[in-house]
């Protein structure tokens, strides 16, 4: 056995080493696959050195592929030093998995050892029994900050922000910066980004690491600083602060309270986590599915997506029922020319699709605050005017087919006006309700597709069978 092991060892440790100059994909699933293999066989000293060479989030995800019960075996056999970064970098569900796996002593340090940012974060998904066990294990220092972030109100810079960074003082020389730099470097999430505070810890200027080892190693910070800084403060949305470090190509963004004193940073890679929970939030909001927090929806139970998502199915079936009572309501014109209904399908799937169109390119635009630029009123009679000239594109087009296959000028000319009338319905409606809901507070993607697709089909069902019932009793006039 022992044989066979060490030469599983050099086979799966080379494969590994010749893997790493694939796509990341590749490495992941060769690594987890051999992982797996090892620890089945209990080959630990096998595992170690397969994992060695591999980069932290690789390791990271390769662990989260395994099955449960050896997630927490392999994550013991990481060297300490590595063991809290890659922690860092597993999803919160495996986090949760291996404080539960753990022992005692193990989960303290591990917890100790976080960065405060992703400590607090970790909390947020914790069972508040478990919060209040490992606050009160943690030292006075960790406990003190990771209790100050978590009283930020969720999804603020406050909670994002981590306390770890770098503050200098203007009456600092540029050497005595740069030792300083030196000597709190592995404690600090990031120190590309420097900042520079008064004695009540005011922002008042910052530098960047390059624009410190250029300077004069006698200069003062105050002369090569920055005054004119960029910050946002604690209670500001998430949201706001990735677009704000997008703006400016930021590595990090200062954080300040309401006294304006330094009080956190908000790093880049931090941001990226929140581009994308906004942008699968929104995603999910657009579809009328109601997402949760959780950061994998086909993780979640089978019982709870059903839930989740009959709640807006029953509010759209509530709103088709007005096409129905429309179509009700309009049952003679239907009765004279039974033909008319084959065509409702054409236009309110049109209505629709115009519609959403337009409901994405503002929601869209407002999530980017490009509409801003162009302004609300031109936004929403900019998408009208093209919902009037795809409506006559579509209507000269729709013309001689309708006229062919009802037979008659008063059907055609019916669907062709009413098709004209629902694309521009359609294009102000999804134009101007999401503004409408972003006026209100409330979040635009809400106002998506399927909401605005429900009211042009009642909307377009009442324009056209009304057109067709006018144009009959015109023809019949005649």
């Known amino acids: 056995m022992g044989e066979a092991n060490r030469t599983v060892t050099t086979s799966t440790v080379k494969n590994s080493t010749a893997t790493t100059s694939a796509a990341n994909t590749n490495v992941v699933e060769v690594v987890a ?7 089945e066989a209990g080959n630990y000293d096998g595992a170690k050195l397969l994992l060695q060479p591999v980069q932290e989030v690789d390791a990271a995800e390769a662990i989260e592929r395994l099955p449960r019960t050896l997630q927490a075996l392999a994550f013991r056999l990481l060297p300490k030093d590595e063991a809290i970064d890659i922690y860092e970098y597993l999803p919160v569900e495996v986090q949760q998995t291996l404080l539960e796996r753990l022992r005692s002593g ?18 947020d998904e914790l069972p508040a029994k478990v919060v209040r066990r490992l606050l009160a294990e943690l030292s006075p220092a960790e406990r003190r900050v990771t209790a100050q972030l978590l009283g930020y109100a ?25 030792d ?39 200069a003062r910070i105050g002369d090569v600083m920055t005054r004119d800084v960029v910050s946002v403060s604690t209670d500001t949305d998430q949201e706001e602060v990735a677009r704000a470090i997008q703006r400016y190509d930021f590595l990090a963004m200062p954080v300040v309270d309401r006294e304006q004193r330094l009080v956190g940073i ?6 990226i986590d929140v581009i994308e929970q906004e942008a699968t939030r929104d995603l999910y909001a657009a579809g009328a599915v109601q997402a949760g927090d959780e950061d994998d929806y ?8 059903a839930r989740r998502r009959v ?59 490009r509409i801003q630029q162009l302004g609300l009123a031109k936004a929403v009679g900019r998408e009208t005017l093209a919902g009037a000239l795809l409506g006559v594109l579509l ?49 635009p993607a809400l106002m998506s597709a399927p909401f605005i697709t429900t009211a042009v089909d009642v909307a377009g069902v009442f324009i056209y069978l009304s057109t067709a019932g006018w144009l009959l009793r015109a023809k019949l006039a005649i």
């Not at 503050?167 to 740069?178: I, T």
């Not at 006006?417 to 999804?430: D, R």
């Open 298 to 305: 086909f993780q979640t139970g089978l019982f709870t997506v």
């Open 180 to 218: 300083l730099v030196r000597r709190r470097a592995r404690d600090t999430e990031t120190i590309y980004s420097l900042y520079v505070t008064d004695g009540s810890r005011h922002l008042t200027g910052i530098l960047s690491l390059r624009d410190l080892v250029v300077a004069d190693p006698e």
């Open 266 to 271: 908000v790093t880049v890679d931090d941001v």
């Open 154 to 178: 969720p999804e603020t810079a406050g909670r994002l922000m981590t306390t770890e960074f770098i503050d200098l003082k203007e009456f600092h020389s540029a050497g005595q910066a740069l």
């Open 395 to 443: 209507a000269c087009m729709v013309l001689p087919w309708a006229w062919l296959m009802g037979g008659s000028w008063a059907v055609a000319l019916a669907v062709s006006l009413s098709l004209m009338a629902i694309s521009v319905l359609a294009a102000l409606a999804g134009a101007s309700l999401p503004l409408l809901f972003n006026r209100l507070g409330l979040d």
């Open 311 to 369: 709640v807006w199915l029953l509010v759209l079936l509530v709103a088709n029922s007005g096409t129905s009572a429309v179509i009700a309501r309009q049952q003679g014109v239907l009765e004279q020319v039974v033909v008319l209904a084959a065509f409702i399908p054409l236009l309110i799937g049109t209505g629709g699709n115009v519609g959403a169109q337009s409901s994405t390119v503002v929601i869209r635009g407002l999530s980017t605050q």
């Open 106 to 123: 193990e989960v303290l340090e591990l917890v100790e050892e976080m960065s405060p940012d992703d400590r607090a974060r970790l909390f």
């Open 33 to 39: 696959s051999q992982l797996e293999a090892l620890l």
